[in-house]
């Protein structure tokens, strides 16, 4: 089964996975397509939508309207991938969930996409408990070598990939979902007791004569306000969740068929 950890290292993977876009020229200018989201920060609406896919997971129209945020009807009026942009960028194929009307609010909503993108993760996982390709019991990696893909291309590409009846060139693209599911699995194995150590803090001696300033800060405060107690703390510090790789390991935070 496949733990909250190693959901966390394939959302990164994912994420890594399709941020080869650049976003600026040779001169640092913001290429066509580009725009600034409701943070500030730029994100991509072009004509190429369709095939770089929506958000920091590069989702796809039918991922949306999975997911619940964009109308089924939606998928009517796209007839080729050049029309992604125009109908995501129309507020009337946008259902309002989440309090989401508009393809920059989305887009400005990075939690809201990942919890999407758990979404089509789980969704994925029981298509594929459903159509007799996991069984439950057979180890983090192999699930996750058949999840990453359905989840970005939908389960039935994935089960049509295991037949042997999909072309060339939607095999090499599934197989490199596929190993970059088993190398966010890998990453965690190898790297977990490292990500979950917090490295101590260096003391510090003598830098201060505690007793001469908390006496001190007691006679500026005054009778008026209680005296603080000075003691030492320590901070209730939550890990944060691991990453993964993608073959050249990088940090980081598709197209499923409908």
Known sequence: MISPQQVTAMLAQQAA???IYPAFDDNGAS?????????GSLVYIGSELG???VGIYGQSVSSLILTGYVKSAALNLILNDSLVSTVLGSPAVWTGQNGIT??????????????????????????????GVLTGDQGARFEATYVQPAARYGVDLVIAWIQGQVDSGTDTVLTTAARQGQY???????????ILTVPAVPGYVNTAV?????????TALGEKIPAPVFATQVANV???????????????????QA
């Open 210 to 218: 505690r007793t001469t300033l908390d006496q001190g800060a007691v």
């Open 102 to 131: 508009s393809l920059i609010e989305y887009l400005s909503n990075e939690d809201l996409q990942t919890l999407a993108q758990i979404d089509l993760m789980q969704g994925a996982y029981q298509g594929l408990l459903d159509a």
């Open 31 to 39: 290429l066509p397509g580009w725009q600034l989201n409701l943070n």
């Open 238 to 256: 939550t890990i944060p969740a691991t990453t993964n790789e993608d073959g050249v390991f990088r940090f980081a935070p598709g197209q499923p």
């Open 51 to 53: 095939v770089r896919g």
């Open 17 to 19: 996975a399709i941020d």
């Open 184 to 194: 966010a699995i890998d990453f965690i194995a190898s790297n977990a007791t490292a």
